[in-house]
């Protein structure tokens, strides 16, 4: 299996601090890796990293491609969508202009329609609300659009950065279905930032785990799943 | 990026090591400074007692903008204050020159403070819009037919030149300009001492640090306030030397061009810089001279230009470009083997 | 009654030029949270270059045409040579640099077409509409190419594509790189806009106020007042804020104080709008975030 991301000796900055130490991981097309690690430990900053969001030093390659130093918008038109932290929604625009930016890469502008129509078939509750402002939406609701607007521009690759934060656990069932579905569906790759150890645990093929900014363990989910300090440390028994 | 940069190598405290030559480096320029105006010609006298009423106001606005972070683009309206503070008590009031020159100090520093209250409570750029339509509204405000009987309108006031005090061997030109030189060397050791101070440094704390330093105990609204009052007084009293310097103020010598030039001043001989205040004052009573040979809008647009160039290439003005060469030229020195 | 309602309509026709003015400022700070100091002498600048061009035997429109097309080009060039770089240093950089750029505006217009005033023509006719007493032809007319081009404004940003991107560039540049949306284009747009604005502004006062370098300032800082006064984030705010400063200014002049005041008028709004509510009748309140 090809990987579809490449990152090695990895060091990001905040400043003139260095917060990520020579990391090294992969991204194995049409597969779902989960980054773990506890809070801090330099998860969201690596996905910042890739997408040229913070100052970073070595080698990313994307499908083969360096994407070291190239600009966030440019390194996204290569087929990358990051759904950041917080979300970013665009909160005084309506669920529908939200998409619409959302395919703003896209060349082929005919098939947008039937793209909003698909994700709006994922999520019904987008539908309903589809003229109002972004703002207005709950929390669980910013995040499923989040992940659609991300879906709109049909990335090869998907980041996505603490989906479940700040979620009822049924919101988050419901998000990590559909991620499992388009996943199966369609291919896509996705790489999963998550606190929850356990429910990325339980979504992703392979996963990293960070411990201040440094790769501390990496294996199949399945493994991890079993591994002593990982039990102990993150899923508690 | 470059700027960034400059703003923070202002330190906090500056650690002046009392060296044998900077002693000896600024008791030579004293002695050149009092010098001068026996060895110089009646015009440049003039032409340096400006220099020097340049230098307090340009060393009043630095410490607000430079070193406090406060962009103001309207000094010339505290320049104004003073200078018609001045000429009115001398020539309605028949008061001496020499006292007119604190209390045009004190009114500035009401004035400042008063105006700083409000406006310093908001960012930046805000303070800078204020301060600008300040700027731009100075000339009409002073040509107002309301307190025309005061200002002299549109006309100004015209002042005589103080005598010097008997008995001193120097011609009156000769003796503004030490009266001068007295008062600048005196505004700029209180600066100097104000900066160096808790002071100094609770104006950079803010400046940089504004969270932390209202956590510990630093209340902003007013310090800001005052700073801006403290500024405004430098000005002013700049401006009182500057009215009896040139015998005249009138309503349209204190346009926005005014607190441009003091602006340029400061980035010129470099934000934060005392020792830089100097080339800033030099640059702007001289330049224009040259230039405005070219043409009437000449100056206007090297001022233009050097502004933005400052910005890109020596944010820290002179004062940097000084240190830099400075540093170079150590850093080679050490570079040659040791014997 | 007759002077009152000439006061009112007249200080519509200057409103619309504070509205088109102010409203540049607007579209610049909420795209680069900056206020574009320089505005004013761009706008100056653009009516001269019109100028030579009338002079030069163009027809009055091709020569409006061309006149909004050069600054267009041309502020998006300065907004990403010059102002762009300095997007991460301080924001005493930025105004430094505005400054600078409004010398050197004003400046070079001196030198190039000396401080003698000249006369702007007005592209509509010198006799009132229907013989009326209240409102000149060129008044008339400087209202409604200013209502004109504020509906093709928002027209564009309402409902084209491109409108839609550069409001999401100015509400959220980091989610709309995530999108991969070219933000420094996004914002050297706008700086082109509001560049086209000035020059209409500049061409649709000049007649009345007479073309010389310094034309521009009092309208500038009126411009800052109503932007301030309406919300300096807020485009309807700017464009209210412009025409009631127009009427306000005229009628204060007319019977309360006279018109030797009038910069002093625009000082005194700033200074109550920022003590006041720094955040104008319809901006979001300025908050910073702790």
Request: no cysteine; glycine share 8%; net charge neutral.
């Given at each position: 299996m090809t990987s579809l991301l490449e990152a090695s000796d990895l060091r990001a900055?905040?400043?003139?601090?260095?917060?990520?130490h020579q990391l090294a991981f992969s991204v194995g097309e049409g597969t779902i890796t989960a980054l773990l690690g506890a809070n801090g430990a330099g998860k969201t900053t690596t996905l910042r990293a890739i997408c040229g969001l913070v100052r970073s030093s070595g080698e990313v390659r994307f499908a083969g491609t360096p994407i070291g130093g190239r600009a966030t918008e440019d390194i996204v038109r290569l087929g990358i969508a990051h759904v950041p932290e917080g979300r970013g929604t665009f909160l005084s625009f309506t669920v529908e202009e939200n998409l619409q930016l959302g395919a703003h890469v896209r060349r082929d502008k005919s098939q947008r329609r039937s793209d909003v129509d698909r994700l709006y078939g994922y999520f019904p509750i987008l539908a309903e609300r589809r003229r109002q402002q972004a703002g207005t939406l709950s929390g669980g609701e910013q995040q499923m659009l989040a992940l659609s607007r991300a879906l709109m521009s049909r990335p090869r690759l998907l980041l996505l950065d603490e989906p479940s934060l700040g979620l009822a656990p049924i919101v988050v069932q419901e998000i990590f279905r559909i991620m499992r579905r388009i996943n199966a569906e369609e291919g896509m790759s996705i790489l999963l930032v998550e606190q929850n150890v356990n429910l990325a645990l339980g979504l992703s093929d392979h996963a990293y785990l960070l411990e201040t900014g440094r790769l501390a363990l990496s294996g199949p989910s399945k493994e991890l799943r079993k591994h002593e300090a990982v039990r102990r440390s993150y899923l508690g028994y | 990026m470059a700027f960034g940069n400059a703003m923070r190598h202002i330190p906090a405290t500056r650690p002046v090591v009392f060296h044998a030559r900077l002693i000896i480096g600024v008791l030579l320029l004293l002695v050149v400074a009092i010098a001068l105006p026996f060895v110089a010609s009646g015009y440049l006298v003039f032409q340096l007692t400006l220099t020097l009423v340049y230098a307090i106001a340009i060393l009043g606005l630095n410490m607000l903008t430079g070193y406090s972070g406060q962009i103001s683009l309207g000094h010339g309206a505290f320049y104004a204050i003073g200078a018609y503070t001045t000429a009115i008590l001398m020539t309605r009031f028949g008061v001496d020159y020499w006292w007119t020159i604190p209390i045009s100090g004190l009114t500035c520093l009401i004035v400042g403070f008063l105006f700083g209250l409000p406006a310093l409570r908001l960012e930046g750029l805000y303070l800078a819009l204020a301060t600008f339509a300040l700027a731009a509204a100075t000339p009409q405000i002073l040509k107002h037919n309301g307190i025309s009987a005061w200002t002299g309108g549109v006309q100004g006031i015209v002042i005589i030149k103080p005598?010097?005090?008997?008995g001193l061997p120097v011609n009156a030109d000769q003796w503004l300009y030490l009266f001068t030189l007295a008062i600048t060397i005196v505004m700029f050791v209180l600066a100097w001492n104000l900066l160096r101070g808790r002071i100094g440094r609770a104006m950079i704390a803010i400046r940089d640090h504004p969270i932390a330093a209202a956590a510990m105990g630093v209340n902003i609204s007013l310090f800001k306030s005052l700073m801006f009052g403290v500024s405004a007084l430098y000005t002013g009293i700049a401006g009182s030397l500057g009215a009896i310097a040139v015998q005249f103020v009138s309503p349209d010598a204190f346009n926005i061009l005014l607190s441009i030039s003091l602006l340029l001043g400061v980035v010129v001989g470099g934000l934060g810089s005392i020792p830089g205040v100097i080339f800033g004052a030099l640059f702007i009573e001289f330049v224009p001279d040259f230039a405005g040979q070219v043409s009437k809008a000449a100056p206007w647009a090297v001022y233009g230009l050097l502004l933005i160039a400052c910005m890109y290439v020596a944010p820290s003005g002179m004062a940097g470009l000084a240190r830099q060469t400075l540093a170079s030229i150590r850093k080679a020195g050490r570079a040659w083997p040791l014997a | 009654m007759n002077g009152l309602l000439h006061q009112v309509f007249s200080g519509l026709a200057t409103g619309g030029i504070y509205a088109s003015l102010a409203l540049a400022l607007v579209m610049i700070y909420r795209a680069t949270e900056l206020?574009?100091?320089?505005?004013g002498e761009m706008a100056m600048f653009s009516t001269y270059l019109a100028w030579s061009m009338i002079n030069a035997g163009l027809p009055y429109w091709p020569a409006f045409l061309l006149t909004i097309g050069v600054s267009f080009l041309a502020a998006a060039v300065i907004q990403l040579a010059i102002i762009r770089p300095l997007a991460n240093a301080p924001i005493l950089a930025s105004v430094i640099v505005f400054i600078g750029l409004l010398l050197v505006f004003n400046s070079i217009a001196g030198?190039?077409?000396?401080?003698?005033?000249?006369t702007f023509p007005s592209p509509f006719p010198s006799e009132p509409l229907w013989a009326n007493s209240y409102?000149?032809?060129?008044?008339?007319?400087?209202?409604?190419?200013?209502?004109?081009?504020?509906?093709?404004?928002?027209?564009?940003?309402?409902?084209?594509?491109?409108?839609l991107t550069m409001r999401a560039a100015a509400e959220n540049p980091v989610s709309s790189r995530l999108v991969g949306i070219r933000v420094a284009r996004m914002v050297a747009l706008g700086w082109g806009l509001a560049a086209a604005l000035g020059a209409v502004a500049g061409m649709m006062v000049a007649p009345i106020i007479f073309l010389d370098p310094?034309?521009?300032s009092g309208v500038l800082l009126y411009a800052f007042a109503a932007a301030l006064l309406g919300g300096i984030d807020n485009p309807w705010g700017a464009v209210l804020g412009g025409f009631s400063l127009g009427i306000v200014e005229n009628l204060l002049g007319a019977y309360l104080i006279g018109t030797e005041l009038k910069m002093t008028v625009a000082l005194a709004i700033i200074i109550l709008v920022?003590?006041?509510?720094?955040?104008?009748?319809?901006?979001?309140?300025?908050l910073t975030r702790v």
């Open positions: 900055f905040y400043g003139s601090a260095e917060v990520l | 005598d010097p005090p008997h | 206020v574009n100091f320089a505005q030198w190039i077409f000396s401080y003698t005033i000249k409102i000149s032809t060129h008044e008339v007319g400087a209202i409604g190419v200013t209502l004109a081009l504020l509906a093709i404004l928002f027209a564009f940003f309402r409902w084209t594509e491109l409108g310094n034309m521009m920022l003590v006041v509510k720094p955040s104008g009748v319809f901006g979001r309140t300025v």
